[in-house]
Nanobody, 127 residues
Framework: QLQFVESGGALVQPGGSLTLSCVASGFNLAYNGIGWFRQAPGKEREGVSC???????NYADFVAGRFTISRDNAKNTVYLQMNNLKSEDTAIYYCGADAADIQCFDATIQPAGFGSWGQGTRVTVSS
């Protein structure tokens, strides 16, 4: 089964930091664009950040300057470093793969262009 395993979510205070990991299971994530997404209770899944196989990155405006995406193809893993976390960052975070490796070059990161979803990892930002 082709999917991701996300980890690293936790309860953190506002202003804190977390690093999320996303390990590909059952496939090699090289040559794929990889995106991080989040879904808060009662809201639709939204794109957070994306990294193409050539290293091109894209960020949603609401995380630009606070989050950093990176990838290690040798470890089959993508990371999301999150700094200066805010309460509105509370959500379940997922990663997805774009086999065509084109979605990260769009103006916005749309979940419909990605697949191989994992179970997600929960991030709660609260004092």
């Amino acid at each position: 089964q082709l999917q991701f395993v996300e980890s690293g979510g936790a309860l953190v205070q506002p202003g804190g930091s977390l690093t999320l990991s996303c390990v590909a299971s059952g496939f090699n994530l090289a040559y794929n664009g990889i995106g991080w997404f989040r879904q808060a209770p009662g809201k639709e899944r939204e794109g957070v950040s994306c990294i193409a196989n050539n290293g091109h990155t894209n960020y949603a405006d609401f995380v630009a300057g606070r989050f950093t995406i990176s990838r290690d193809n040798a470890k089959n893993t993508v990371y999301l470093q999150m700094n200066n976390l805010k309460s509105e960052d509370t959500a379940i975070y997922y990663c997805g793969a774009d086999a065509a490796d084109i979605q990260c070059f769009d103006a916005t990161i749309q979940p419909a262009g990605f697949g191989s979803w994992g179970q997600g990892t929960r991030v709660t930002v609260s004092s």
